[in-house]
């Protein structure tokens, strides 16, 4: 370990630049909440990328002298994404989810939802059969998609109000092979899916309340805020899924949806609805599940409350 970080003069090496720039991206109070935590882990990612090494790359390659070249590209990116304040997804084009690549630019929000490690694990021991999947606010379909491969006997329709995130959903689809199962469509929530029915409806639909919108980091302001603005109390978009789930559920249909810090709110709003909240292996939360048996037996009822 280092006592101190090199000056850039001083940095002649992946691993120097690394630690170049992880006091760099300090000193500058970057936000690091776009597929990862901290500035080391973002110095990794952009000076790995920027050299086209594979994350197990052998320790003795990061001591490496660069080239001039090399090294400027390195610096460029770098300096890029402190100038920027742009999440290092959309300057590389690229994030991973639930294991997977996918294309991304500032048309769809920069995929991170814990919702990935579910799909990783099959939704154990939450759901059966699975022939139809619904996900809504697809973004740039990194959940539809992995879905898919997560289920290789469904079909899966993947919803959007945005035609540009639409846009990126099919270049994602096209880009894993599944356009045969994945359907991407233009809906707003339900609208669209006349009386389709789904084994799992999945969401992460935006959930910031509006009064927080302002006080977004500079990173999340390069998002589309569709993406994020969730209306005055946070549940403008998941009220309307929850209102409408049941109609769209099989039987035995889950649904699962990601409203982050808005969970207080919701279970203010529904206090009878039984949400279960799920537990995830890396510590986040904000992600509920509800059978529809539950949503039928509440909304039948006579309502919201
Ligand atoms: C938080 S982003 C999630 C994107 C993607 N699913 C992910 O996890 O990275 C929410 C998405 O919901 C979409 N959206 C917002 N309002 C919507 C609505 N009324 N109907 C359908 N999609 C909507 C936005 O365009 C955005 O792509």
Redesign the pocket.
């Known amino acids: 370990m280092r006592e101190r970080a090199p000056s850039l003069a001083e940095a002649h090496s992946a691993r120097e630049l690394v630690y170049w720039a992880e006091g760099r991206f300090l000193g500058a109070g970057l936000c690091f909440a776009h597929g990862t935590t901290n500035a080391r882990e973002e110095a990794v990612l952009l000076v790995f990328h920027a050299l086209g090494l594979r994350f197990d790359t052998s320790e003795d390659r990061l001591d490496r002298r660069l080239s001039e070249e090399e090294k400027a590209r390195v610096v460029g990116l770098l300096r890029q994404r402190v100038q920027t304040r742009k999440p290092a997804a959309y300057l590389l084009g690229e994030a991973w ?1 639930a294991g997977l690549p996918f294309y991304v630019n500032e048309q ?6 814990p ?1 990935g490690e579910l799909i990783e694990s099959g939704f154990s021991p939450w759901v059966g059969e699975v022939h139809r999947i619904l ?6 379909g ?2 539809a998609v992995a879905c898919a491969l997560a289920f290789p006997e469904a079909r899966v329709d993947a ?4 035609p540009r ?1 639409l846009e990126v959903a099919r270049r994602n689809v096209m880009r894993h092979q599944v356009q045969d199962r994945v359907r991407v469509l233009r ?3 339900f609208a669209a899916l006349a009386s389709e029915r789904y084994d799992l409806i999945v969401s ?3 959930y910031v309340p509006a009064r927080h919108m302002a006080a977004l980091s500079a990173e999340h302001r390069h998002e ?1 805020a ?3 603005d969730g209306g005055p109390d946070g549940l403008a ?1 998941i009220s ?1 899924i929850l209102d409408g789930a049941s109609g769209h559920l099989t039987e035995k249909g889950v649904l699962v949806v990601e409203v982050g810090e808005g969970a207080g709110a919701l279970e203010q709003r529904y206090p009878r609805l039984p949400f279960v909240w799920l537990e995830f292996t890396r510590g986040e939360d904000g992600v509920f599940l509800i059978e529809a048996d539950a949503l039928r037996a509440h909304f039948s009822d006579g309502g919201s409350y």
Not at 108 to 113: K, N, T
Not at 135 to 140: K, L
């Open positions: 989810f769809v929000l920069v995929p991170r939802s919702i996900d809504i606010g697809t973004g740039s990194c959940i919803v959007d109000l945005s995130a809906s707003d929530v992460d639909p935006p589309p569709l993406g994020l978009v309307r």
